[in-house]
């Protein structure tokens, strides 16, 4: 799964500096970066930031919203609090079957931009946090799925997402070996060229298993881990740089 992450400006903006448009990156950062929580050197999903994403309907320029998935129809703020600590995660093998992400997963797919995330290991009734970024350490671009949620109370519009999941590679099967869950997860991590195909749009079937087809371990990856400091309880140094410093566990065989 993907409850934490880390999440700096550059890495928020990484789109716009990769196509060269410095005109864009810094409207980003003037009129759309104060307007999130960033930067995130830790954050949990259940605390539900706001990000940027990159949207099928704007791939060259970001939309603010927030992480936690309410579809279209949920009818009141009520319902909204207790559905989206539910819907961080989007398990990328059945988002076409889902009442609650299908219609997004045909028709509003998205990028969201990271230097990293986080996943605990389990060791004799104890959990150690690693931090997992890219080996080359560029940001990553993790797939999504995100939804424009109205507020029948108010009219006020609020974008949400979810991250899409799939089977974990070797290395987050040694890491995320959560008894509670079945196989290891992590998040659809897209290469640079299979980006613009995740945002393209379905117009019949053959789309749609193109798109299924991307829900996958993409072996062009490759990914490191270290472990980190706690990230709850009373050791948490919070949303700090440090928190991606390495921390060693003399007890822990890895």
Known sequence: MCYDIKSSYQAQIQRVIRKGDKVAAEEILEKLIPLTNLPLHHVS?????????????????????????VPDWVKDEDQLKTFWNNTLNARGETIFEKPSFKQSALHNRCIIYVDGFYEHHHFNKKTYPFFIQRQD?????????????????????????????????????????????????????LSNELEKQWLLAIQDDIDQIKIQELIKINPEIKLKAHTVGKLRGKDYIGNVEDITKEVVYEELEF
Do not use: C
Request: glycine share 8%; aromatic share 12%.
């Open 45 to 69: 999903g259940f605390n539900h930031p706001e990000m940027l994403i990159y949207t099928n309907e704007s791939p060259d320029f970001p939309t603010v919203a927030t992480w936690g998935f």
């Open 137 to 189: 350490e560029q940001p990553m671009a993790f797939a999504g799925l995100w939804s424009k949620w109205i507020n029948p109370k108010h009219g006020g519009k609020m974008n949400t997402f979810s991250i899409v999941t799939t089977q974990g590679n070797s290395l987050m099967t040694k890491i995320h070996n959560n008894p509670k869950i079945k196989g290891p997860r992590m998040p659809l991590i």
